[in-house]
């Protein structure tokens, strides 16, 4: 497994690490995220909105050797209702602490300073680690870091993936210069990227018999390609969570990354981020 370093911490985690949106409360889903567990994927993502912070408080009973990440929803962005939802997330996952805890989009019906001023009491009273966001445009990050006092802002949770690229356009190289970490989430365009757009495919499959990989493995390489970026695939069987890991012990030519920039590059929401994000 690689690492990268988190934000301007000294924590460093894994460039391939497990999302669980949509993934059962089954013992077959718990095998599959201890399997990727021991493969090196020790970092985990969930959120309230989920309602998955109960099988991941499963999976740590058994192994709790992870980076654990997990997010508030926007409707309880208040100060009192962040800590009563942090308390809540920390009681389902059976936890002392969280690691990463993001806010999962932007709400603006309430102050950002109000938001963040919980966030830091958070930190302060020992419940989470690190302050991360998601779906924040450039503009919204400005905001939410300015909010803060003590800490800094150490990611952002994108959209990422070789169909959809619009973080390039603005927040990706603002991430990269400000030093915060994108955690790409749907690197897999949620199951579709292997039956889209046949240009795209081809290129990628003549990759993975290049590399002797999979078209997922070199797609998940290719996310995790860009400086700042890490991924969170989502997985509920053993086979393609093993697989997915795989996909960070080689290292591709920057000819042949740029070969995948090329086959994917405007396809197929080019202003998503400024259509989208910018409105948030
Ligand atoms: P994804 O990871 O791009 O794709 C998940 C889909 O791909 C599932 O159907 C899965 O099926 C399939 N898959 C996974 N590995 C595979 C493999 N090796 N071969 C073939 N198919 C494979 O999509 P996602 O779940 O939307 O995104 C990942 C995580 O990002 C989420 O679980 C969540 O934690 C996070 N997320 C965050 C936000 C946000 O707003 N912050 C939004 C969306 C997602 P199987 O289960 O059958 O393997």
């Known amino acids: 497994m690689k690492f990268k370093v988190l934000g301007k911490t ?27 567990l021991k493969k090196g994927a020790r970092f985990i993502d ?33 100060y009192n209702n962040i800590i009563k939802a942090c308390d809540s997330s920390l009681e389902k996952l059976g936890v002392k602490q969280i690691d990463l805890y993001q806010l999962h989009w932007p709400n603006p019906l309430v102050s950002i300073k109000e938001t963040m001023r919980a966030m830091e009491r958070l930190v302060e009273d020992g419940k989470i680690r690190y302050i991360g966001v998601s779906n924040f445009n450039v503009r919204r990050m400005k905001e939410a870091q300015d909010a803060l006092k003590k800490n800094e802002i150490v990611s952002n949770q994108l959209l990422y993936n070789p169909l959809e690229r619009d973080i390039e356009n603005e927040i990706l190289p603002f991430c990269e210069k400000e030093k915060i970490t994108v955690i790409a ?34 797609t998940l390489n290719w996310v995790c390609s860009k400086r700042q970026v890490v991924a969170i695939p989502k997985s509920s069987t053993v086979a393609h969570t093993e697989e997915n890991v795989g996909a ?33």
């Open 248 to 280: 960070a012990d080689f290292t591709m030519k920057k000819e042949d990354i740029k070969r995948i920039d090329d086959a994917s590059s405007g396809f197929p929401y080019p202003n998503w981020g400024k259509t989208i994000l910018s409105k948030l």
């Open 185 to 218: 989430y749907s690197p897999l365009a949620r199951g579709k990227i292997l039956n889209r757009k046949p240009e795209i495919i081809k290129v990628i499959d003549e990759l993975a018999g290049k590399y002797g990989k999979t078209p997922v493995q070199v």
């Open 10 to 36: 000294k924590e460093r985690i894994p460039v391939i690490g497990m999302g669980t949106w949509e993934i059962e409360d089954s013992a077959k889903v718990v095998g599959s995220l201890l399997a990727g």
């Open 46 to 78: 969930t959120a309230e909105l989920y309602g998955t912070e109960p099988v991941v408080g499963k999976v740590l009973k058994k192994d709790d050797d992870f980076f654990l990440a997990t997010k508030v929803t926007p409707s309880h962005f208040g």
